[in-house]
């Protein structure tokens, strides 16, 4: 199971911290990271996070969007700054495990001009 949550509106420019914490038996992850889906589009890949701490961003949220992990908790985290219109979205989390993946339940991010 993941739970996602931090999602909330916001002025363009603000920042959002997303949180998505793993819970029940998944043993093995590989990866962690975030999705997300605008109205009317597809849902794209926004950041992974690897056990080892290897990070890869959508071209669109470099320099402003940071991943991290504690693996300890089993938990992902998105800090968004510099907020614009056009990462109003659902974010969804993601967890790869060596036997299966796991999605989030998706939380909302609104940003407004």
């Known amino acids: 199971q993941l739970q996602a949550s931090g999602g909330g509106l916001v002025q363009a420019g603000g920042s959002l911290r997303l949180s998505c914490a793993a819970s029940?038996?998944?043993?093995?992850?590989?990866?962690m990271g975030w999705y997300r889906q605008a109205p009317g589009k597809q849902r794209e890949l926004v950041a992974t996070?690897?056990?080892?701490?290897?990070?890869n961003y959508a071209d669109s949220v470099k320099g402003r969007f940071t991943i991290s992990r504690d693996n300890a908790k089993n938990t992902v985290y998105l800090q968004m700054n510099s907020l614009k219109p056009e990462d109003t979205a659902v974010y969804y989390c993601?967890?790869?495990?060596?036997?299966?993946?796991?999605w989030g339940q998706g939380t909302l991010v609104t940003v407004s001009s």
């Open positions: 996070i690897t056990s080892g701490i290897i990070t």
């Open positions: 993601k967890l790869w495990a060596t036997t299966k993946d796991y």
């Open positions: 029940g038996s998944i043993f093995s992850i590989n990866a």
